[in-house]
Each structure stands twice: as structure tokens, then as C-alpha cells.
């Protein structure tokens, strides 16, 4: 079954510290592939996007995330957190063909001083 | 830079009444979604819309919503006779070409209480 799979419900660091944000992906074809952040009270704002091409993007707020075909992985790095960073960030998986998000469970970041 | 637009950003209303919510897509967008999220629960597609007509739906959106275009800028979604679980944030999102990029613009959302 296609599935988009955040397998941390929670994550704390400490200001400064690197990130390292996990997603796996079950699909026939590889996906259109998204991370987005969202804020408490806030929408869903996009960090950055994969849809073919270098396999490491690079978004907005200093974050990266590299896509790995063999893996099936799509994992969101930054390589010093800021406590702003706070939110809950969510990847998302594009079926190519589709015309609709699905959307893992997220994953909480905290940041601690 | 242009934003999807929502409102209300809260609507709060009793089981069985009628509720509409707004979207204001950006301007030269093609493609309208509406997601909706549970608290603490992921974010769920509820249907996607264009050229007028669903183009897809989720087993979510059933007879009890629709969703309209009623001029060249609004975007809604009705839901006819709400149920207590039907409380959740509704997102609407926009995108300029569909299929070939899938990159959707979120608005801010708004949530709906069912009491």
C-alpha cells in the first residue's frame, strides 16, 4: 500500500545542534517529495521540494534534505537549529500521474536552550 | 508575494447546521485542494478542483460536502448537516500547474468547532 512514513512523533535538540528529520516513502514510482513546517496557530508553509535532478535541495531557513532512491528515504537536515525552528514539520509525497498530497503523520521538533 | 487567503479563521457552529468555508486561491492558479487535519492527527486530502469540476475526491468527502467556485476568485467548501466529527482545521491550497508539479500553496486554514 503507498504510504508516507515519520517514524519520530517527537524530537528535542538543543539550540545549535544539527537535525536530522526522518521520511520513507512506499510507491510504485518515486513521488514528487515535500517538507513542510507548520506553526502553532500557522498553515502549512513549504521548506523545499524534490521533483527530479540533484538529489540534495536545498530550502528556505537554512534547511536541506536529500533524496535516496534506494532508501526510499527523504530525510530533512539543518545543520544548527535555531529556537524559532520549534514546529511541527510534516513530509509529503506527490504521486506522479496524481493530483493530491499525502501527508505523513509530522514530527514535533522542540528546541531546547 | 501572493498568499492563499481563508476565512473565517474560526467558525464555530452546532451539529446539523450548514457551514461554508472561504478561500482566496492566488490569482493565476489553476488547480484548488481542500485538506482538512483532526487535531493531532495528519493532514488528510479532501478533493481537488479544476476547470471547474472535482477532479478528485477522497473517501472523506462524501454527499454531505461540495465545493464551488462561484466567481473568478472565491474557492468554498460547504458542508450540509456537520457532525461533532467534522471539528477539525480545514486547509485550502492552490497550485499553478497540477499534475506536472504538484507544489501547493497552503492557506492559513480555518477551524471549525462542531458542538
Known amino acids: 500500500a503507498q504510504s508516507v512514513t515519520q517514524p519520530d512523533i517527537h524530537i528535542t535538540v538543543s539550540e545549535g545542534a544539527s537535525l536530522e528529520l526522518r521520511c520513507n516513502y512506499s510507491?510504485?514510482?518515486?513521488?514528487?517529495l515535500f517538507w513542510y513546517v507548520q506553526s502553532p496557530g500557522q498553515g502549512l508553509q513549504l521548506l523545499l521540494k524534490?521533483?527530479?535532478?540533484?538529489?540534495l535541495v536545498q530550502g528556505i531557513k537554512g534547511f536541506e534534505a536529500e533524496f535516496k532512491r534506494s532508501q526510499s528515504s527523504f530525510n530533512l537536515r539543518k545543520p544548527s537549529v535555531h529556537w524559532s525552528d520549534a514546529a511541527e514539520y510534516f513530509c509529503?509525497?506527490?504521486?506522479?500521474?496524481?493530483?493530491?498530497?499525502?501527508f505523513g503523520a509530522g514530527t514535533i521538533l522542540r528546541v531546547k536552550s | 508575494e501572493p498568499e492563499v487567503t481563508q476565512t473565517p479563521s474560526h467558525q464555530v457552529t452546532q451539529m446539523g447546521q450548514e457551514v461554508i468555508l472561504r478561500c482566496v486561491p492566488i490569482?493565476?492558479?489553476?488547480?484548488f485542494y481542500w485538506y482538512r487535519q483532526i487535531l493531532g492527527q495528519k493532514v488528510e486530502f479532501l478533493v481537488s478542483?479544476?476547470?471547474?469540476?472535482?477532479?478528485?475526491k477522497s473517501e472523506i468527502f462524501d454527499d454531505q460536502f461540495s465545493v464551488e467556485r462561484p466567481d473568478g476568485s472565491n474557492f468554498t467548501l460547504k458542508i450540509r448537516s456537520t457532525k461533532l466529527e467534522d471539528s477539525a482545521m480545514y486547509f485550502c491550497?492552490?497550485?499553478?500547474?497540477?499534475?506536472?508539479?504538484?507544489?501547493?500553496?497552503f492557506g492559513p486554514g480555518t477551524r471549525l468547532t462542531v458542538l
Open positions: 478542483f479544476y476547470n471547474n469540476e472535482i477532479s478528485e
Open positions: 490569482s493565476n492558479h489553476l488547480y
Open positions: 509529503a509525497v506527490g504521486p506522479r500521474g496524481g493530483n493530491k498530497l499525502v
Open positions: 491550497a492552490s497550485n499553478p500547474r497540477g499534475l506536472v508539479s504538484h507544489e501547493q500553496f
Open positions: 510507491y510504485g514510482a518515486t513521488p514528487y
Open positions: 524534490y521533483f527530479s535532478g540533484d538529489t
